[in-house]
C-alpha cells in the first residue's frame, strides 16, 4: 500500500522527491478528488515557479560537435535572450534520473551514451537499426533556437543542434499505410534508477502524427550550445517539437517506430484528463489544476503571456485545421 501524499513542503524546495514519487497516484486519483487535486497540485505549480535558477556554480562538461552545422535562420531563430547553458543543463525534468528538477544533472554520469544503438522499424520500406553516430553523421546537423515551454507553466530559449526528423523518415521510407511515429525511451534502471520507481508505466513513449514528425520544425536534438548533448537532457538522441509542451520532448531514444494506429503515451496513460496526445501549447486551454494563459521564462523574475502554438502558431496551426484543440489537447 502506497503512503499518502505528504503535505507541501516550503516553497525554498523544488518538487521534492518524497512528494513526487507519488504523483502517479495522485494523479490517478485526481478526478476523484477534486478538492485534494487542486491544493496538492497548486502546491506543486507553485514549487515549479518558486525557484528559477537552478544550480548555481555547476555546468557538467560536454563534448564540442565536430561536424559542420548550419546555423539558426528564419523559422528556426528567435531574437529573444537564450536562456544560460548551465539553467538549460541543470533544470530539467528527466524523470528516469529523479523527479527533482536538479537529479538528472547530478545522477548523469550513471547514463552511459555510447555505444548506442537506434531501430527505426514499423511501417517503412527501409527498416533501419544503426548505431547513433553512424545516424548522426549521415545527415547535415542544423542549429534551431527554440522557445520551450513546460507543461508546468515556465519556459526556456535553447539553441538546440541536430537533424530534421523529416529527413530521417525520408531515409527509411514510410510506407502507405504509415499515419503515426512512436518513440521509445532506453529502459535499463541501472543507468536511469528512476525506472525503479513505479511513478510512471516505463519504458517512456511518445508519439507524433506522420505529418507533425514531418513538419520542419521537428528536431532530433544531438546538441546545445554547440556541444554534444548532455545526458541529463536525454543524450545521445531526443525530440524536440517547439510547438507542444516540453514532456513531449522523449529523450534518450532507441527507437522510432512508424504505426498505422495512434501509439500510447507515457502521461496520456498516466492521466488523460490532464495530458491529451497533442499538448500543443495553447494558453486557451488550462492544464485542470493551474492556468495555461502565462509562463515563467527561467532566469526571469515576471511573468509573460503564453502564446498560441508557442509562438508558432503561422507555420503549424493549418496541421489542426478543423480539429476542436479543447477537445483534442
Known amino acids: 500500500m ?95 534520473l529523479g523527479l527533482d528538477k536538479n537529479d538528472p544533472a547530478r545522477r548523469a554520469h550513471l547514463l552511459k551514451t555510447r555505444p548506442w544503438t537506434v531501430v527505426i522499424d514499423g511501417e517503412v520500406h ?53 499515419k503515426y511515429v512512436a518513440f521509445t525511451t532506453l529502459e535499463d534502471p541501472e543507468q536511469l534508477p528512476g525506472q525503479k520507481s513505479p511513478v510512471l508505466d516505463w519504458p517512456y513513449v511518445e508519439g507524433l502524427r506522420l505529418d507533425e514528425a514531418r513538419h520542419p520544425l521537428t528536431l532530433l536534438a544531438t546538441g546545445l550550445y554547440g556541444k554534444q548533448l548532455p545526458a541529463q537532457n536525454g543524450a545521445p538522441l531526443r525530440l524536440v517539437v517547439p510547438w507542444k509542451y516540453g514532456f513531449k520532448g522523449i529523450k534518450s531514444i532507441v527507437r522510432i517506430t512508424l504505426t498505422r494506429e495512434r501509439p500510447p503515451t507515457t502521461w496520456n496513460l498516466a492521466n488523460k484528463r490532464e495530458y491529451g496526445f497533442y499538448a500543443n501549447v495553447n494558453p486557451a486551454v488550462d492544464h485542470p489544476r493551474w492556468s495555461q494563459a502565462s509562463e515563467r521564462r527561467i532566469g526571469e523574475s515576471s511573468r509573460r503571456p503564453t502564446l498560441p502554438f508557442n509562438g508558432y502558431a503561422d507555420a503549424v496551426a493549418g496541421l489542426y485545421r478543423g480539429m476542436d484543440l479543447k477537445q483534442d489537447f
Open 126 to 178: 527501409k527498416p533501419w537499426t544503426v548505431d547513433v553516430d553512424q545516424l548522426i553523421s549521415a545527415f547535415p546537423l542544423e542549429e534551431r533556437v527554440y522557445r520551450m515551454r513546460c507543461v508546468e507553466a515556465w519556459s526556456m530559449v535553447i539553441p538546440w543542434l541536430g537533424l530534421p526528423l523529416g529527413k530521417l523518415l525520408d531515409r527509411v521510407q514510410p510506407t502507405s499505410f504509415a
Open 2 to 96: 502506497r503512503d499518502k501524499l505528504p503535505p507541501e513542503p516550503p516553497g525554498s524546495e523544488v518538487t521534492p522527491e518524497k512528494l513526487y514519487l507519488r504523483r502517479r497516484e495522485f494523479l490517478k486519483n485526481a478526478g476523484l478528488f477534486a478538492g485534494t487535486a487542486a491544493v496538492v497540485g497548486g502546491g506543486l505549480y507553485l514549487l515549479g515557479m518558486k525557484r528559477t535558477r537552478p544550480m548555481d556554480g555547476f555546468v557538467p562538461d560536454a563534448g564540442t560537435v565536430d561536424q559542420p552545422v548550419a546555423p539558426a535562420q528564419g523559422l528556426f531563430d528567435t531574437d529573444e535572450p537564450r536562456t544560460p547553458y548551465e539553467d538549460v543543463t541543470t533544470y530539467n525534468n528527466f524523470y528516469e
